[in-house]
T-cell receptor, first 110, second 112 residues
């Protein structure tokens, strides 16, 4: 089993729909992150969480929300999806030894 | 405002030769730098890192060089192998910030 699991792997949704991307980890790390990858822009930080009660906005949080349901689970929601949120989304965890990324969720908003 | 920049979107190198990937940064508070490698349909995986107290770190075929005065780092891969074909991301963090800032990525292609 992967240390960081993202579901779904691929999703196509319509403009205006609410969608949730889920992330779970088996590493026992407190710190979790959501990034999005766009061509030519690299990975940009959306939200991050240092523990269940600590949620922080990243550089591009507008249009997104998150929920840290437990140490192992960190979900990203798009309340009303728009086409420019089409991207590859990565969840990651952090320990003193570095970051571990999930395999990504490819989201397409049509 | 891109704090970490990889100005070469792509690089093509012959197998066996040296690959040099470059990265520039603007934030003088960055004190830890990392390189990640990403294959299609997979998440980025850690490759090598360097602290600002060093100017070189080596791990097998991979060496990272840091020039703090120029705010520049580079990743050298020698010899390059076909399996090195991937997208490489440079990333940086500030002391205590515990979050990474990534560059745009460079797609490296190793030709036989």
């Amino acid at each position: 089993d992967a240390d960081v699991t993202q579901t779904p792997r691929n999703r196509i949704t319509k403009t205006g729909k609410r969608i949730m991307l889920e992330c779970s980890q088996t590493k026992g790390h407190d710190r979790m992150y959501w990034y999005r990858q766009d061509p030519g822009l690299g990975l940009r930080l959306i939200y991050y969480s240092f523990d269940v009660k600590d949620i922080n906005k990243g550089e591009i949080s507008d249009g997104y929300s998150v929920s840290r349901q437990a140490q192992a689970k960190f979900s990203l929601s798009l309340e009303s999806a728009i086409p420019n949120q089409t991207a590859l989304y990565f969840c990651a965890t952090f320990s003193g030894f570095g970051y571990t990324f999930g395999s990504g969720t490819r989201l397409t908003v049509v | 405002d891109q704090q970490v920049k990889q100005n070469s979107p792509s690089l093509s190198v012959q197998e066996g030769r040296i690959s040099i990937l470059n990265c520039d940064y603007t934030n003088s508070m960055f004190d830890y730098f990392l390189w990640y490698k990403k294959y299609p349909a997979e998440g980025p995986t850690f490759l090598i890192s360097i602290s600002s107290i060093k100017d070189k770190n080596e791990d097998g075929r991979f060496t990272v060089f840091l020039n703090k005065s120029a705010k520049h780092l580079s990743l050298h891969i020698v010899p390059s192998q076909p399996g090195d074909s991937a997208v490489y991301f440079c990333a940086a963090s500030e002391r205590g910030a515990q979050k990474l800032v990534f560059g745009q990525g460079t797609r490296l292609t190793i030709n036989p």
